[in-house]
């Protein structure tokens, strides 16, 4: 027999040494799950908008191609712009999807740690009397003696089949899932304050409206009363007139209702109790349609964080498949012992005082009742569930895109319209108020021509401030200046 030469061996040696350390990987090789994803928007581009003649609402130009990062700052509000900030800093709900992410962290150091041996070390000592007649004793031996050890042990299963490595790869992914779900919770919190917030201006605009309204309509209520007492008008015109001042006093009260539940929401977004904040009404100003490119619809799968942690689980569950397919290979262990034992400690550390042990088995399960493969069947059936959730997720998202860019054309278009629509009730009451002046008509085509132009005013702020929060919708359903890069690495 010729003899192997030695760097053969070393050879040899390093690689079944290399083998045991990383062994095969079983399981399928994850791709992504195929999605639909149509060429283009079907409501983009918006035209351009119309200005209103009532200056309600202005267009803001996009900054960049895209929104990024405080992407609230695109209305120019201060106000909002300091709630985001401490919605960020305060909100709990935010704090609890943070600290979902940071156990996921956690668990992939605690399924990594199986990668490598476990050791541990002891001690034991003890002072044992043996009977004197006890058989084959010899006269005169000790009865007794002590007994110190110092051991320490080593065990170690090799991830030879990849499950070890399998099931980090999985806590990789959901962990990355969890960050993603951490920045879609943000986003989704930041876009309910913004929501808010708009809702509560667009209130104020309400009540703003309203009051000047009161104060039309108590002029109204003198002019009616001046024409009764000089005989020109009846008492009805004066029962009217008061009548249609408290119905609109009851408006301007109403409001109020609904502005304080805005309020609170904001508060508890922010992280305050509701009972120690509270929102100033501002100055009239116009509200600022901000222009938000869209990008092409393949864009959306990177920028949107919902479809992200619905691709990781995708990829945590097909690793979980390779997990199963190990289960059907050898198990193999190595273990060992070393330390020194002896009657005297003062003699303990030293070179006859050692003892050592190595060891290695390898097992292999030949009968499981179909366990293993029900197990496998189960993996391929989450992974088939996670694929179709995250399908539904992109389908999802193009909905949410197409909603909110048709809304905004539509009230694109609806916004000029009422914007006329309050010049002409504003003439026909001007015309109606002239003629009950001259005695041409009487009181009941002035309270139908108050009651239409209230009525359009109101209507063009609530387009207004529809406009706005469909403004929001649709940032928040591009992602917000989000996109896949901020998904932490493995």
Known sequence: MRAVPLHWSRAGLAGGLTLLLTGCLVGPKYHVPAAAVPPAYHEAPLSPPPNPANGSWKQAAPAADSVRGQWWEVYQDAQLNTLEQQLTQKNQSLKAAYEVYEQSREQIRVDRASLFPTAGVGSAGSHQRMSSNRPFVVPGAA???????????????????????????????????????????????????????????????????????????????????????????????????????????????????????????????????????????????????????????????????????????????????????????????????????????????????????????????????????????????AYEQNAASYRQTVLQSFQDVEDNLSTLRILERESGQQAQAVADSDKSLRLATAQYKRGLTNYLLVITAQATALANERTAVDIATRQVTASVQLIKALGGGWDRTQIPKP
């Open 143 to 381: 009865s007794s003696y002590s007994d110190t050890t110092l051991v320490g042990t080593a065990q170690w299963e090799p991830d030879l089949w990849g499950s070890v490595r399998q099931t980090v790869a999985g806590a990789v992914a959901s962990a990355q899932a969890s960050s993603a779900d951490l920045a879609s919770v943000q986003l989704s919190l930041q876009a309910e304050l913004a929501i808010d917030y708009f809702q509560l201006r667009g209130l104020d605009a309400q009540q703003r409206i309203l009051d000047t309204t009161v104060a039309s309509y108590q002029q109204y209520l003198k002019l009616t009363q001046r024409r009764y007492e000089g005989g020109l008008a009846s008492g009805s015109d004066v029962s009217l007139a008061q009548t249609q001042l408290d119905q609109t006093m009851a408006q301007a009260t109403d409001i109020g209702v609904a502005r304080a539940q805005y309020e609170h929401a904001i508060a508890t977004l922010i992280g305050t109790p509701a009972s120690s904040f509270q929102l100033a009404v501002t100055a009239a100003q116009p509200v600022v349609i901000p222009a938000v490119p869209v990008g092409l619809p393949s864009d959306l799968l990177e920028r949107r964080p919902d479809v992200a942690a619905a691709e990781r689980r995708s990829a945590a569950a097909n690793a979980q498949i390779g997990v199963a397919q190990a289960a059907f290979y050898p198990v193999v262990n190595l273990n060992g012992n070393g330390g020194f034992e002896s009657v005297n400690p003062g003699t303990l550390i030293q070179g006859p005082s050692a003892l050592w042990t190595l060891g290695a088995s390898a097992a292999e399960l030949v009968f499981d009742a179909g366990r293993r493969h029900a197990v496998k069947r189960q993996a391929v059936a």
